[in-house]
Protein backbone atom coordinates (compact mmCIF):
# COMPACT_ATOMS: atom_id res chain seq x y z
CA UNK A 1 0.00 0.00 0.00
CA UNK A 2 1.09 3.38 -0.74
CA UNK A 3 1.35 5.67 2.16
CA UNK A 4 -0.43 9.27 1.68
CA UNK A 5 1.39 12.14 2.68
CA UNK A 6 -0.49 14.96 5.02
CA UNK A 7 -3.28 12.63 5.73
CA UNK A 8 -4.55 11.15 9.55
CA UNK A 9 -4.09 7.84 9.22
CA UNK A 10 -6.74 5.53 10.94
CA UNK A 11 -4.93 2.34 12.33
CA UNK A 12 -2.40 0.35 14.38
CA UNK A 13 1.32 2.02 13.94
CA UNK A 14 2.99 -1.08 13.70
CA UNK A 15 0.55 -2.52 11.14
CA UNK A 16 0.84 0.64 9.14
CA UNK A 17 4.57 1.75 9.45
CA UNK A 18 5.08 -1.46 7.51
CA UNK A 19 4.42 0.57 4.73
CA UNK A 20 6.67 2.88 4.85
CA UNK A 21 9.89 2.69 2.65
CA UNK A 22 13.48 2.24 4.66
CA UNK A 23 14.95 5.58 5.46
CA UNK A 24 12.49 7.68 3.95
CA UNK A 25 11.85 9.65 7.41
CA UNK A 26 13.57 12.82 8.76
CA UNK A 27 12.10 12.93 12.09
CA UNK A 28 9.80 10.88 14.36
CA UNK A 29 7.68 12.10 17.37
CA UNK A 30 6.78 9.79 19.40
CA UNK A 31 4.36 9.80 22.33
CA UNK A 32 3.20 6.84 22.75
CA UNK A 33 0.98 5.92 25.79
CA UNK A 34 2.33 5.81 28.74
CA UNK A 35 0.56 2.85 30.32
CA UNK A 36 -0.80 4.33 32.97
CA UNK A 37 -4.51 3.89 32.95
CA UNK A 38 -5.33 7.00 31.37
CA UNK A 39 -8.46 5.51 29.11
CA UNK A 40 -8.45 1.91 27.53
CA UNK A 41 -6.13 2.13 25.07
CA UNK A 42 -3.38 3.79 27.72
CA UNK A 43 -3.29 -0.04 29.51
CA UNK A 44 -0.49 -2.00 26.87
CA UNK A 45 0.04 -5.71 28.18
CA UNK A 46 4.22 -6.71 27.76
CA UNK A 47 4.60 -2.48 27.63
CA UNK A 48 8.48 -2.33 27.28
CA UNK A 49 8.71 -5.42 24.44
CA UNK A 50 5.85 -3.53 22.75
CA UNK A 51 7.73 -0.52 22.83
CA UNK A 52 11.03 -2.51 21.48
CA UNK A 53 8.58 -3.17 18.25
CA UNK A 54 7.78 0.00 17.57
CA UNK A 55 11.57 1.47 18.23
CA UNK A 56 12.72 -1.18 15.52
CA UNK A 57 10.31 0.24 13.01
CA UNK A 58 11.26 4.02 13.74
CA UNK A 59 15.00 2.73 13.40
CA UNK A 60 13.89 0.93 9.84
CA UNK A 61 11.88 4.06 8.18
CA UNK A 62 14.13 6.76 10.19
CA UNK A 63 16.94 7.89 7.66
CA UNK A 64 20.46 7.70 8.62
CA UNK A 65 20.35 11.92 9.32
CA UNK A 66 17.68 11.73 11.14
CA UNK A 67 16.19 12.34 14.70
CA UNK A 68 13.94 11.03 17.10
CA UNK A 69 12.20 12.37 20.23
CA UNK A 70 10.41 10.02 22.42
CA UNK A 71 8.12 11.58 25.65
CA UNK A 72 7.21 9.75 28.86
CA UNK A 73 6.36 10.75 32.17
CA UNK A 74 7.75 8.40 34.18
CA UNK A 75 11.54 8.43 35.37
CA UNK A 76 11.81 4.45 36.16
CA UNK A 77 10.08 3.94 32.34
CA UNK A 78 12.40 6.37 30.91
CA UNK A 79 15.72 4.81 32.25
CA UNK A 80 14.11 0.86 31.17
CA UNK A 81 13.35 2.29 27.76
CA UNK A 82 16.62 3.86 27.64
CA UNK A 83 18.28 0.38 28.01
CA UNK A 84 16.07 -0.64 25.28
CA UNK A 85 17.29 1.63 22.78
CA UNK A 86 20.89 1.23 23.80
CA UNK A 87 20.49 -2.57 24.22
CA UNK A 88 18.37 -3.52 21.11
CA UNK A 89 18.43 -0.22 18.48
CA UNK A 90 20.92 1.64 16.73
CA UNK A 91 19.54 4.59 18.34
CA UNK A 92 22.12 6.85 19.90
CA UNK A 93 21.25 8.81 22.86
CA UNK A 94 21.67 13.03 22.63
CA UNK A 95 19.90 14.60 25.31
CA UNK A 96 17.43 14.21 28.38
CA UNK A 97 15.10 17.20 28.11
CA UNK A 98 12.53 18.08 31.34
CA UNK A 99 9.12 19.94 30.19
CA UNK A 100 7.66 22.47 33.16
CA UNK A 101 4.56 22.56 32.77
CA UNK A 102 4.16 25.06 35.74
CA UNK A 103 3.89 28.44 33.32
CA UNK A 104 1.92 31.57 33.72
CA UNK A 105 -0.02 30.72 30.86
CA UNK A 106 -1.55 27.56 31.91
CA UNK A 107 -5.04 28.58 32.84
CA UNK A 108 -4.31 26.25 35.92
CA UNK A 109 -1.57 28.06 37.35
CA UNK A 110 -3.03 29.30 40.31
CA UNK A 111 -4.39 25.94 41.33
CA UNK A 112 -0.80 24.33 40.50
CA UNK A 113 0.81 26.66 43.06
CA UNK A 114 -1.15 26.17 45.78
CA UNK A 115 -1.43 22.04 45.09
CA UNK A 116 3.01 22.36 45.47
CA UNK A 117 2.87 24.44 48.67
CA UNK A 118 0.15 22.37 50.85
CA UNK A 119 1.01 22.25 53.65
CA UNK A 120 2.29 18.72 55.28
CA UNK A 121 1.87 16.80 51.79
CA UNK A 122 4.43 14.76 51.09
CA UNK A 123 4.75 15.38 47.05
CA UNK A 124 8.01 14.60 47.07
CA UNK A 125 8.91 17.82 44.29
CA UNK A 126 6.61 16.02 42.50
CA UNK A 127 4.50 18.44 39.94
CA UNK A 128 3.33 19.32 36.63
CA UNK A 129 7.04 17.89 34.60
CA UNK A 130 7.12 15.44 31.86
CA UNK A 131 10.81 14.00 30.10
CA UNK A 132 11.63 13.99 26.40
CA UNK A 133 14.56 11.63 25.54
CA UNK A 134 16.04 12.79 22.01
CA UNK A 135 18.10 10.00 19.80
CA UNK A 136 20.02 10.04 16.75
CA UNK A 137 21.94 7.55 14.19
CA UNK A 138 25.35 9.58 15.00
CA UNK A 139 27.79 9.95 17.00
CA UNK A 140 29.88 12.34 17.32
CA UNK A 141 32.17 15.20 19.75
CA UNK A 142 31.61 18.32 17.29
CA UNK A 143 32.60 19.22 13.79
CA UNK A 144 36.26 17.75 13.76
CA UNK A 145 35.80 14.59 15.25
CA UNK A 146 33.12 12.27 12.91
CA UNK A 147 33.32 8.43 13.56
CA UNK A 148 30.20 7.42 12.27
CA UNK A 149 29.89 5.21 9.22
CA UNK A 150 27.63 6.86 7.40
CA UNK A 151 29.42 10.04 7.13
CA UNK A 152 33.04 8.67 6.50
CA UNK A 153 32.27 7.02 3.19
CA UNK A 154 30.63 9.90 2.16
CA UNK A 155 32.05 12.76 3.27
CA UNK A 156 32.93 14.94 0.96
CA UNK A 157 36.58 17.14 1.99
CA UNK A 158 37.60 13.45 1.61
CA UNK A 159 36.86 12.36 -1.52
CA UNK A 160 37.59 15.66 -2.49
CA UNK A 161 41.26 16.00 -0.84
CA UNK A 162 41.92 12.29 -2.30
CA UNK A 163 41.22 13.13 -6.07
CA UNK A 164 42.83 16.44 -5.76
CA UNK A 165 46.15 15.57 -4.50
CA UNK A 166 46.71 12.57 -6.65
CA UNK A 167 45.57 15.28 -9.50
CA UNK A 168 48.81 17.16 -8.14
CA UNK A 169 50.69 14.54 -7.61
CA UNK A 170 51.72 15.40 -3.90
CA UNK A 171 51.80 13.27 -1.31
CA UNK A 172 50.52 13.13 2.35
CA UNK A 173 53.57 13.84 3.97
CA UNK A 174 53.89 16.67 1.53
CA UNK A 175 50.77 18.45 2.72
CA UNK A 176 51.41 17.23 6.54
CA UNK A 177 54.56 19.49 6.29
CA UNK A 178 52.79 22.38 6.32
CA UNK A 179 51.21 21.51 9.83
CA UNK A 180 54.23 20.92 11.83
CA UNK A 181 53.04 19.89 15.32
CA UNK A 182 54.34 21.94 18.07
CA UNK A 183 57.70 20.08 18.63
CA UNK A 184 57.95 20.50 14.52
CA UNK A 185 57.27 16.45 13.90
CA UNK A 186 54.93 15.23 11.22
CA UNK A 187 51.14 15.02 12.30
CA UNK A 188 48.87 12.16 11.27
CA UNK A 189 46.06 15.28 10.10
CA UNK A 190 46.03 14.77 6.26
CA UNK A 191 45.64 10.79 7.07
CA UNK A 192 43.00 11.89 9.05
CA UNK A 193 41.28 14.35 6.45
CA UNK A 194 41.41 11.95 3.89
CA UNK A 195 39.84 8.98 5.57
CA UNK A 196 37.38 11.41 7.00
CA UNK A 197 37.98 10.54 10.84
CA UNK A 198 38.08 14.52 10.77
CA UNK A 199 37.58 17.44 8.68
CA UNK A 200 39.98 20.00 7.41
CA UNK A 201 39.20 23.45 8.60
CA UNK A 202 38.83 26.34 5.76
CA UNK A 203 42.43 28.55 7.40
CA UNK A 204 43.92 24.78 6.32
CA UNK A 205 42.27 24.22 2.84
CA UNK A 206 43.08 27.55 1.88
CA UNK A 207 46.70 27.18 3.33
CA UNK A 208 47.10 24.15 0.98
CA UNK A 209 45.20 26.17 -2.07
CA UNK A 210 47.93 28.72 -1.72
CA UNK A 211 50.39 26.33 -1.81
CA UNK A 212 49.28 24.19 -4.84
CA UNK A 213 49.80 27.88 -6.66
CA UNK A 214 45.99 28.01 -6.46
CA UNK A 215 45.66 25.12 -9.44
CA UNK A 216 44.14 22.60 -7.18
CA UNK A 217 41.40 22.63 -4.55
CA UNK A 218 39.40 25.45 -6.66
CA UNK A 219 35.91 24.34 -4.62
CA UNK A 220 34.78 27.12 -2.48
CA UNK A 221 35.12 25.88 1.28
CA UNK A 222 31.59 26.25 2.47
CA UNK A 223 30.32 24.44 -0.68
CA UNK A 224 31.85 21.22 0.47
CA UNK A 225 30.68 22.12 4.06
CA UNK A 226 27.09 22.60 3.37
CA UNK A 227 27.55 18.76 1.72
CA UNK A 228 29.02 17.36 4.94
CA UNK A 229 26.44 18.75 6.90
CA UNK A 230 23.58 17.55 4.51
CA UNK A 231 24.95 14.27 5.97
CA UNK A 232 25.03 14.71 9.13
CA UNK A 233 21.57 15.08 11.42
CA UNK A 234 20.01 18.64 11.49
CA UNK A 235 20.17 20.64 14.50
CA UNK A 236 18.82 24.37 13.60
CA UNK A 237 19.94 26.45 16.43
CA UNK A 238 20.19 29.48 13.94
CA UNK A 239 16.81 28.86 12.69
CA UNK A 240 14.70 28.85 15.91
CA UNK A 241 13.19 31.31 18.36
CA UNK A 242 15.77 33.22 19.50
CA UNK A 243 14.54 32.42 23.68
CA UNK A 244 17.35 30.78 25.14
CA UNK A 245 14.67 28.17 26.82
CA UNK A 246 13.89 27.20 23.05
CA UNK A 247 17.77 25.99 23.20
CA UNK A 248 18.03 24.49 26.84
CA UNK A 249 17.22 21.27 28.22
CA UNK A 250 14.55 21.84 30.46
CA UNK A 251 11.25 23.40 28.48
CA UNK A 252 9.08 25.70 29.81
CA UNK A 253 5.50 24.76 28.02
CA UNK A 254 1.91 25.15 29.57
CA UNK A 255 0.04 21.82 28.63
CA UNK A 256 -1.41 21.46 25.67
CA UNK A 257 -5.13 22.96 25.09
CA UNK A 258 -8.53 21.34 25.54
CA UNK A 259 -9.51 19.47 22.71
CA UNK A 260 -11.51 16.48 23.42
CA UNK A 261 -7.71 14.49 24.09
CA UNK A 262 -7.03 13.80 27.47
CA UNK A 263 -3.37 14.92 26.95
CA UNK A 264 -2.49 16.67 24.40
CA UNK A 265 0.98 18.12 23.92
CA UNK A 266 1.70 22.01 23.05
CA UNK A 267 1.56 22.89 19.64
CA UNK A 268 4.43 25.36 20.11
CA UNK A 269 6.35 22.92 22.25
CA UNK A 270 6.48 19.64 19.16
CA UNK A 271 6.97 22.79 16.56
CA UNK A 272 10.44 23.73 18.55
CA UNK A 273 11.43 20.00 17.89
CA UNK A 274 10.57 20.24 14.45
CA UNK A 275 12.26 23.89 14.00
CA UNK A 276 15.57 22.31 15.39
CA UNK A 277 15.73 18.31 14.13
CA UNK A 278 14.32 19.34 10.10
CA UNK A 279 14.08 22.09 7.05
CA UNK A 280 11.27 22.62 5.19
CA UNK A 281 9.62 19.88 3.00
CA UNK A 282 11.14 17.29 4.90
CA UNK A 283 9.40 14.30 6.48
CA UNK A 284 7.65 13.66 9.91
CA UNK A 285 6.23 10.80 11.62
CA UNK A 286 4.44 10.59 14.53
CA UNK A 287 2.68 6.83 14.88
CA UNK A 288 0.69 7.96 17.99
CA UNK A 289 -0.81 11.29 16.49
CA UNK A 290 -3.55 11.30 19.01
CA UNK A 291 -5.54 14.91 18.12
CA UNK A 292 -2.78 15.72 15.68
CA UNK A 293 -0.26 17.89 17.22
CA UNK A 294 1.91 16.70 15.29
CA UNK A 295 0.62 17.06 12.52
CA UNK A 296 -0.66 20.35 13.02
CA UNK A 297 3.10 21.81 13.63
CA UNK A 298 4.07 20.29 10.64
CA UNK A 299 1.64 22.30 8.70
CA UNK A 300 2.60 25.37 10.59
CA UNK A 301 6.08 24.99 9.88
CA UNK A 302 5.82 23.56 6.03
CA UNK A 303 6.99 20.34 6.69
CA UNK A 304 5.61 16.99 5.28
CA UNK A 305 4.01 14.23 8.06
CA UNK A 306 2.74 10.99 8.69
CA UNK A 307 0.14 10.97 11.42
CA UNK A 308 -1.31 7.19 12.29
CA UNK A 309 -3.71 7.10 15.23
CA UNK A 310 -6.12 4.26 16.34
CA UNK A 311 -8.87 5.50 17.88
CA UNK A 312 -11.41 6.77 15.35
CA UNK A 313 -12.56 9.79 17.49
CA UNK A 314 -9.20 10.84 17.67
CA UNK A 315 -8.65 10.64 13.86
CA UNK A 316 -10.93 13.45 13.56
CA UNK A 317 -10.32 15.70 16.10
CA UNK A 318 -6.51 15.52 14.37
CA UNK A 319 -8.69 15.73 11.01
CA UNK A 320 -10.26 19.18 11.76
CA UNK A 321 -7.06 20.62 12.88
CA UNK A 322 -5.35 20.19 10.72
CA UNK A 323 -7.83 21.26 7.88
CA UNK A 324 -7.75 24.21 9.91
CA UNK A 325 -3.99 24.51 10.44
CA UNK A 326 -2.04 27.35 8.59
CA UNK A 327 1.35 27.56 7.14
CA UNK A 328 3.02 30.07 9.13
CA UNK A 329 5.47 32.75 7.88
CA UNK A 330 9.22 32.49 9.74
Same mark, same amino acid.
Not at 118 to 141: A, L, P, V
Not at 169 to 198: Q, Y
Not at 251 to 270: A, D, E
Given at each position: ???????? $? =???????? @? /??? !? &?????? $? =???????? @? /??? !? &????????????????????????????????????????????????????????????????????????????????????????????????????????????????????????????????????????????????????????????????????????????????????????????????????????????????????????????????????????????????????????????????????????????????????????????????
Amino acid at each position: MQIELNKI $I =LGDCLDVM @K /DIP !D &KSVDLV $I =LDPPYNIG @K /DTW !D &KIDNYQAWLVYVFKECERVLSPAGSMYLFHNKIHVIFQIMENLKNKTGFIFKQFVTWCKIDEAFQNNGYVKQRLSIDMMRNYYGGFTEYCIYYTFQDETGLEAITDEYIKPKNPFSIYLKAEFEKAGITNREIASLFPSKTGGMTGCVSNWINGDNVITETQYLKIRHFLNGEYLRKEYEYLRKEYEDLRYKFNVQTVNGDVYCNSNVWFYPPGQSNGHLTPKPVTMIENIIRHSTNKKDLILDPFAGSGTSAEAAVNTHRNFIAIEKEPKYVEIAKRRVANAQPQLF
